[in-house]
């Protein structure tokens, strides 16, 4: 009979021992019986020996298991600890309930006022909290939840046993085990975000109602202005006619219709801006040929340009005719060349042009000068009506700030648009793209 490979070098000595006192206390038997009986008792010791480290073995599986059931203790209670800090109560439904609770972290009182006892042996206490206003939403949302299994994120509010509102944001996941269907998840007091949106919500309100009584006192105020300022104007055009009248007188009546006229630009500003603000632009179609509105502005712009000695430019080419508004793509024109010569210094260059760009079935038109410049932060605001550059305010240039605001507006309303490029101390080019 051979031994176990297994049997250890202890066990291995031990059994020879206790063969060897096997053989001698058996001096009794007959040398022919010898092999047989020593044979039975080795058999006999070594299933003693396997039962001993049997029982060794179970002992130390059973230590183990006690030292992983102490490790799953700690771990347990550290994540228990670490839940009952976050600032989020979690809770597990019951399958058997819309609204009730199977468990609920300790933070859910501080959140509802109400303990998780109290949710845990009411399973209706979530329909008695929620707000009256929020309540046939919120339960039929759960309700297609737990009949769908997919995951829910809403926000409602609860009232709290001292009759306080408080806003929960609930966040849960469905789960299945053994045929049956619940939900875990989370609630997080979100009271303090939602009354600083209705706030800031309020305040947007505010302001959007100042902003419109603002539109509409320019509007009223431009509208009445308007009229007397085509009275002044008319009676100086009779008095101008007088030939009597000296140089000076002349100069003087000059003097004052130009500054009639730019303030009837300005009026006309202001109500084509509070036109646009209304919804009421108002566009008279037709066909434009745009090389030909260039040609005028030229025409219109070379005065002021000779007088700082800037070189005022065309270079267009040809291109069919567009749809549009005739004498407002003149304004927009006329407003861009008007800029080019007041921002760009004695001796500069103003070019205007024009090129097709078939792949877009558009023309653009480019205005681009050699002037001060526009700096780069101030480029996101450039088409705000009343903006105006703070070098441009600080260099005394006239201007309302409303000429950009309504050169976008008019380029949209023809279903186009405006680039900026600029380098401060380099010059400015805008792009306006129209459709033909």
Excluded at 12 to 32: D, E, G, Q, T
Excluded at 200 to 206: F, I, K, R, V, Y
Aim: proline share 4%.
């Amino acid at each position: 009979m051979s031994l176990p490979v297994r049997a250890d070098r202890t066990h291995l000595r031990l059994l020879l021992f206790l063969i060897a006192w096997a053989l001698v206390s058996l001096h009794w038997l007959s040398w022919s019986a010898l092999p047989f009986q020593a044979a039975i008792a080795a058999a006999v010791l070594w299933q003693a020996l396997r039962r001993e480290s049997l029982v060794r073995t179970l002992e130390s599986e059973r230590a183990q298991h006690h030292a992983v059931d102490a490790q799953l203790r700690v771990a347990e209670e550290r994540y228990r600890a670490l839940l009952e800090t976050l600032p989020l109560a979690t809770y597990v439904d019951r399958p058997d309930s819309i609204t009730g609770a199977a468990w609920v972290s300790p933070q859910i009182r501080s959140i509802t006022s109400y303990g998780p006892e109290e949710w845990v042996a009411d399973p209706g206490l979530l329909e008695k909290v929620l707000h009256p206003d929020d309540r046939e939403r919120v339960l039929a949302e759960m309700t297609r939840t737990k009949s769908t299994g997919a995951e829910l994120a809403h926000e409602y509010r609860l009232i709290r046993r001292d009759g306080s509102v408080v806003w929960i944001h609930d966040s849960a996941v469905t789960v299945e085990s053994d045929g049956t269907r619940f939900a875990r998840g989370y609630i997080v007091d979100v009271t303090a975000r939602r009354e600083a949106e209705l706030e800031l919500e309020q305040q947007n309100e505010q302001l959007r109602e100042l902003d419109r009584l603002k539109d509409e006192f320019v509007a009223l105020v431009s509208h009445e202005l308007r009229t007397p300022l085509t009275s002044i104007r008319g009676y100086l055009e009779l008095m101008s006619e007088d030939a009597n009248l000296t140089g000076e007188q002349t100069h003087f009546l000059e003097t004052i219709d130009r500054n009639a006229q730019r303030l009837q630009r300005v009026v006309g500003d202001l109500l084509f801006c509070a036109q646009v603000e209304a919804g009421k632009l108002s566009l008279e179609q037709g066909l434009v040929d745009l090389n030909q509105v260039v040609a005028e502005a030229i025409d219109t712009g070379r005065p002021a340009a000779a007088q700082k000695q800037i070189e005022l430019v065309a270079a267009v080419q040809d291109a069919p005719e567009i749809p549009g508004d005739r004498a407002r793509l003149a304004q927009v024109l006329d407003n861009f060349v008007s800029n080019a010569i007041k921002f760009t210094p004695s001796n500069g260059k103003v070019i205007v042009s024009t090129k097709l760009v078939p792949a877009a079935r558009a023309i653009e038109l480019a205005i681009s000068d050699t002037g001060m410049g526009i700096p780069a932060a101030d480029l996101p605001r450039l088409f705000q009506r009343f903006f105006r550059t703070e070098r441009a305010t600080a260099a005394a240039i006239p201007g309302t700030g409303l000429g950009l605001a309504i050169a976008r507006a008019i380029v949209d309303g023809h279903g186009g648009r405006i680039d900026v490029e600029s380098v401060e101390g380099a010059g400015t080019t805008f792009r306006v793209r129209l459709p033909f």
